[in-house]
């Protein structure tokens, strides 16, 4: 239990871009990191760009970059051009939604219904992981101290958002609005 409150919510629509590099990592990494005013974060981590991006890599040679939806096609073209011959761009805008934990109680929150230990600091800001939640598949992005994103498909996003304050609520105090 805390004495302040966790929030869940639904993040609105944002461009997402995923990222595959397949020759020259490093290199095609650089480029897209001047391409999108920040450097690109290492694995399993996050990181926020310029011009509104956040860039999470999801594999060893694979990033999700988020960021305004009306920049999804200036976003391809920018992330094309950078990286050339040695990878290749693609518009998942449509395949996820967003959701938010906000709140001290984070951690605890996304244990409940999951097999993912949040308690090691380690998975702080910056950090991110894949695991299951509520029987769906998570990505988890840690924005900061106090608040994470989590990418789920649109079919099971409602049902997870259902659950997480359905246990959010359940963390509250007596006399506390829940989320």
Request: no cysteine.
């Amino acid at each position: 239990m805390t004495d302040a409150p966790t929030t869940v919510r639904a993040l609105g629509p944002a461009a997402l871009i995923a990222v595959d590099v397949w020759s020259g990592l490093d290199a095609a990494a650089a480029r897209l990191g001047e391409a999108l005013g920040g450097e690109m974060p290492g694995l399993l981590g996050s990181a926020d760009l310029g011009d509104g991006w956040r860039a999470v890599r999801v594999e060893p040679t694979v990033w999700w970059l988020a960021g305004p939806p009306t920049a999804v096609e200036a976003g391809l073209a920018a992330m094309e051009t950078a990286l050339g011959e040695d990878g290749a761009a693609v518009d998942l805008s449509g395949g996820f939604a967003r959701l938010e934990v906000a709140g001290p109680a984070w951690r605890e929150l996304l244990m409940i219904g999951g097999v993912f230990d949040a308690e090691d600091f380690a998975f702080g800001a910056g950090a991110t992981a894949g695991t299951i939640l509520h029987h769906a598949g998570v990505r988890y992005d840690v924005v900061d101290d106090h608040r994470v994103h989590i990418l789920v498909a649109p079919s099971y996003a409602h049902d997870l958002l259902d659950h997480l304050r359905a246990v959010a609520a359940r963390l509250e105090p007596a006399g506390r609005p829940g989320a």
